[in-house]
């Protein structure tokens, strides 16, 4: 049985802690929070320790940990889940909803204008210049994000082959994304099972962090209890809200609409993007452009490019995916009306699972620490995620850089290779300018993007070859 938060003499978490933190505060918080979080994955949960960990002592480094180990296993974005589990944690479903739904709204808004702006002018050499900067920007930043998983993710020989493997299926072989994911799963539990040797140890977070006691105690499990009834209810409604848009859009628009498309690929995409922001976009990038054609390569990277620059989850680009898609193809809608109603489509399937997945499997996680096979299995992911990272910096690269690709098909292997005569100088520039901004003089990203911007547009002005 849990140990009783009273008798214990430790805080309290569940309806006690709803007391010591009152629910307006937290909504306030969270909003706050939402504001901030520019930068990434790493920089939105740098964010949530500095403020509810460092600050507010809302919760501890331990169970802070073992929320942000949860939701890293999970499909989407991990700081958006964090957040939601987070919010479960202080004022149960309520507190989730509020907390994870803050997370994604400022940035909703922010990327559904920019994508409005550029449909409407992105023709224009100013904004296509524009676009051009912040998109060689975005493959340093894309470089830094390789580095930074790698760091973290590979201190063993075993997972740097792993990591090597993944990026040659996806480069070379165009095995699809959820099967490589699949497979370095099932290699990482393995590897936990028959040569646990060849994994890192795990290390044990420091408790003790010189903060006063928080809130939600590190010792001290959720009053929420994994019943049957709780996980069907749950599940129920999750599904439920989950499927009634898409289904209402299927018939309202047909089976075959752009809309329908769209809310049953980004409806699959939100269960099988595993590994964080980076690897939702590979596979976003490989089945938008490449299988549905709702966009280019180009567009793909200026998209990010937005994403970065606005705050929220970088998986948030699948809103300006889904705006360009159905804008371009919206049946018998209004284009700009269809391309709305898109974007809050996507953007509702792709977030509303990863509710669902942090409120069903919260309580059970709470009572399931350091269960050594699902963290070997994680160890897998994450180390095949640096691949695919890799193979996504690969990818933008090849269609920022040059204006022409050349496929190459013989046997297993399907390659795409840029036409070397066809490099384009400007971006080159401006993504070396880049470079130097992120990884010598440390630069954010924020800062890193607005002067290859600002770069991009000075080069369309002066009249050089941008588009």
């Known amino acids: 049985m849990p140990p009783d938060p009273i008798a214990s003499g430790a805080p309290p978490s569940g309806p006690r802690a709803t007391a010591a933190v009152p629910f307006g505060t937290a909504v306030r918080a969270w909003f706050l929070i939402s504001l901030q979080t520019f930068g990434g994955p790493a920089g939105q949960i740098a ?20 929320a942000l180990n949860y939701c890293t296993l999970l499909p989407g974005p991990e700081a958006q889940q964090l957040a939601t589990y987070v919010g479960w944690l202080l004022h149960g479903t309520r507190g989730g909803l509020v907390a994870g739904g803050l997370f994604v709204l400022p940035g909703v808004v922010a990327l559904l204008a920019l994508s409005a702006v550029y449909v409407a002018y992105g023709t224009t050499t100013a904004v296509t210049a524009l676009f051009t900067g912040l998109a060689a920007a975005v493959l340093a930043i894309v470089v830094q994000a390789v580095i930074r998983v790698a760091r973290k993710a590979l201190d063993s020989r075993a997972l740097v082959v ?73 599940l129920l409604v999750g599904l439920g809200v989950w499927a ?14 752009t809309l329908t498309e769209q809310g049953v690929f980004f409806s699959g995409a939100a269960v099988v993007t ?110 095949a995620v640096v691949g695919v990272i890799a193979n996504l910096g690969v990818y933008f690269a090849v269609h920022t850089l040059f204006s022409r690709t050349v496929d190459v098909d013989q046997g297993p292997l399907a390659l795409e290779l840029p036409d070397p005569t066809t490099l384009r100088p400007v971006p080159l ?34 009249g050089l070859p941008v588009g």
């Open 429 to 462: 520039v401006i993504a070396l300018v880049a470079a130097v901004l992120l990884f010598r003089v440390r630069w954010s990203v924020l800062r890193t993007l607005g002067v290859c911007a600002v770069l991009g547009l000075a080069a369309g002005l002066a």
């Open 47 to 66: 964010v949530m320790q500095r403020t509810l960990v460092d600050e507010k002592r809302w919760i501890g480094q331990r169970r802070f940990l073992h």
């Open 162 to 234: 792993l990591a090597v493997l993944a990026f040659a299926a996806l480069a070379l072989f165009a095995v699809p994304f959820p099967v490589v994911v699949a497979l370095a799963g099932v290699a990482g539990w393995s590897l936990g099972r028959w040569r646990p040797s060849a994994l890192p140890q795990e290390k044990a977070a420091d408790a003790a962090d010189g903060g006063p006691a928080p809130v939600v105690s590190d010792d001290v499990l959720h009053h929420e209890a994994p019943t049957t009834r709780r996980t069907l209810r749950v």
């Open 274 to 383: 595993f590994g964080g922001a980076y690897a939702v976009l590979a596979y976003v990038a490989q089945q938008a452009v490449a299988v549905y054609g709702w966009l280019s390569p180009g567009e793909m990277v200026r998209g990010l490019a937005l994403a970065e620059t606005t705050p929220g989850p970088l998986v948030m680009v699948v809103l300006f995916v889904a705006f360009l898609g159905t804008h371009r193809d919206p049946g018998s809608l209004d284009p700009w009306a269809a391309a709305v109603i898109a974007a809050l489509l996507v953007t509702w399937v792709t977030f509303v699972p990863s509710f669902l997945f942090v409120l069903l499997g919260a309580p059970y996680m709470e009572r399931l620490r350091g269960n050594r096979s699902l963290s070997a299995a994680l160890t897998g992911i994450t180390a």
């Open 244 to 257: 009634v848009p898409v289904a209402a859009v299927a018939l309202l628009t047909g089976a075959g609409s």
